[in-house]
């Protein structure tokens, strides 16, 4: 059975940082092409980043783009985000999602995480 | 970045009613490479339609995705109790720039 399991989330200040993990199992993970998608309260889905198995293409949604780190390693079957300079707008559940396949570009999501909360506030 | 509008943004519909779910594109959706989700509170998003119509694995064939361009739609021919739900159109053709349609709730009336 395929498992995403994120964690890491909390509260933190404007300007603070934080780090998301997302572990995996039941699949072949280095594989498989990862994303991060956020889900502010109440709100839609807005994608974040993608990472592709071999760590050769990452991509980012501009409104995090040079704020948010993604990272893998796939011995550990593991997915990263790194968030710096967080502002109020970040606040939102983030999941792991898996592209369902080893592509260059995100694509589809077949597979997510439960999702971890995090929220900016002061 | 191709906007997606899905419409209505709520609809109130009973089990067994059939019903279609709308998802524009401001432009030409690439290879009409557009997936649909649903999310029940609380859960994740499910994959249900990925390439437009093709359905994803374990859903139920009362699911059917449609259409290319600019206009696609998804239906469930007979709603079932555990299908109220939000239901998000996603584009990938444009990807990395990939985006999300606002969703379109359906309630119990």
């Known amino acids: 059975e395929v498992q995403l399991v994120e964690s890491g989330g909390g509260l933190v200040k404007p300007g603070g940082s934080l780090r998301l993990s997302c572990v995996a199992s039941?699949?072949?993970?280095?594989?498989?092409?990862l994303n991060w998608v956020r889900q502010a309260p109440g709100k839609g889905l807005e994608w974040v980043s993608f990472?592709?198995?071999?760590?050769?293409?990452?991509y980012y949604a501009d409104s995090v783009k040079g704020r948010f780190t993604i990272s893998r390693d796939n011995a550990e079957n593991s997915l990263y985000l790194q968030l710096n300079s967080l502002r109020a707008e970040d606040t939102a559940i983030y999941y792991c999602?898996?592209?369902?396949?080893?592509?260059?570009?995100?694509?589809?999501?077949?597979?997510w995480g439960q999702g971890t909360l995090v929220t900016v506030s002061s | 970045e191709i906007v997606l509008t899905q419409s209505p943004g709520t609809l109130s519909l009973s089990p067994g009613e059939r019903v279609t779910l709308s998802c524009r594109a401001s432009?030409?959706?690439?290879?009409?490479?557009l997936a649909w989700y649903q999310q029940k509170p609380g859960q994740a998003p499910r994959l249900l339609i990925y390439?437009?119509?093709s359905r994803a694995t374990g859903i139920p064939d009362r699911f059917s995705g449609s259409g290319s361009g600019t206009h696609f739609t998804l239906t469930i021919s007979r709603l079932e109790p555990e299908d109220f739900a939000v239901y998000y159109c996603?584009?990938?053709?444009?990807?990395?720039?990939?985006?999300f349609g606002g969703g379109t709730k359906v309630e119990i009336k």
């Open positions: 432009q030409s959706v690439t290879s009409s490479y």
């Open positions: 039941g699949f072949a993970f280095s594989d498989h092409s």
């Open positions: 390439g437009a119509s």
């Open positions: 990472i592709s198995g071999s760590s050769s293409y990452i």
């Open positions: 999602a898996r592209d369902y396949g080893g592509n260059w570009r995100p694509s589809w999501f077949d597979q």
């Open positions: 996603q584009q990938y053709g444009s990807s990395p720039a990939l985006t």
